[in-house]
Nanobody, 126 residues
Framework: QVQLVESGGGLVQAGGSLRLSCAAS????????MGWFRQAPGKEREFVAA????????YYADYVKGRFTISRDNAENTVYLQMNSLKPEDTAVYYCAAGRYFGDPYHTRSDSYDYWGQGTQVTVSS
């Protein structure tokens, strides 16, 4: 079992930055690939970014590439999402997730992930 708790969300102006954190319980964190997803009101949950077990490989959705950076610290059981140049369309609830698989097509699919956090709200004002 892995429990995930996100933090770091909030209200920011367009062009600003936020860093989300996702703290994981348990001693098997390094065995899981980690992903970030988001869900805006009235929309389906969508993939944002993913990182491999060691952190050596990352993958981003086109709409955040160049603006967001995913990283992880296995010693601290934490995965991060640094979000820069935020846009109003980035407004959503952001979720972190843990899964056993990484690589195309698994890391972009929400059903590839076994554990989910409760989400943290990110609101970007124009």
């Amino acid at each position: 079992q892995v429990q995930l708790v996100e933090s770091g969300g909030g209200l920011v102006q367009a062009g600003g930055s936020l860093r989300l954190s996702c703290a994981a319980s348990g001693r098997t964190f390094s065995r899981y690939a980690m992903g970030w997803f988001r869900q805006a009101p009235g929309k389906e949950r969508e993939f944002v970014a993913a990182i491999s077990w060691s952190g050596g490989s990352t993958y981003y959705a086109d709409y955040v590439k160049g603006r967001f950076t995913i990283s992880r610290d296995n010693a601290e059981n934490t995965v991060y999402l640094q979000m820069n140049s935020l846009k109003p369309e980035d407004t959503a609830v952001y979720y972190c997730a843990a899964g056993r698989y990484f690589g195309d097509p698994y890391h972009t699919r929400s059903d590839s992930y076994d554990y989910w956090g409760q989400g943290t709200q990110v609101t970007v004002s124009s």
